[in-house]
């Protein structure tokens, strides 16, 4: 059982960067795969990056790679999503994820999500 908080977002300009982060609750949260999708103007919600529960393993998005990186910080119970060189196409609400299990790009496969931060990225 875990429960997501985000925050972070916010407005800035295309070549800035952001950092978002991702509080948990519980008391299982080392063992947990975390991931960050996004949903901007097209239908669904878009796989973005995920780490897993050890931080070994990361993944990321063909249209977020080496301009996003996800970490986590298992003692204060917090992952971040540091995002770098945005572009105006990175806008969208971005939500945070847990999962039991590995490292998945799949939405479907997330079982908690937080309720979502905005990120505005301006031309």
């Known amino acids: 059982q875990v429960q997501l908080l985000e925050s972070g977002g916010g407005l800035v300009q295309a070549g800035g960067s952001l950092r978002l982060s991702c509080a948990a609750s519980?008391?299982?949260?080392?063992?947990?795969?975390m991931g960050w999708f996004r949903r901007g103007t097209g239908p669904g919600r878009e796989f973005v990056a995920a780490?897993?529960?050890?931080?070994?393993?990361?993944s990321y998005a063909d249209s977020v790679k080496d301009r996003f990186t996800i970490s986590r910080d298992n003692a204060k119970n917090t992952i971040y999503l540091q995002m770098n060189s945005l572009k105006p196409e990175d806008t969208a609400v971005y939500y945070c994820?847990?999962?039991?299990?590995?490292?998945?790009?799949?939405?479907?496969?997330?079982?908690?999500w937080g309720q979502g931060t905005q990120v505005t990225v301006s031309s």
């Open positions: 780490v897993s529960g050890s931080g070994g393993s990361t």
């Open positions: 519980g008391r299982t949260f080392s063992s947990e795969t």
């Open positions: 994820a847990a999962r039991v299990g590995g490292v998945t790009y799949t939405y479907l496969h997330y079982d908690f």
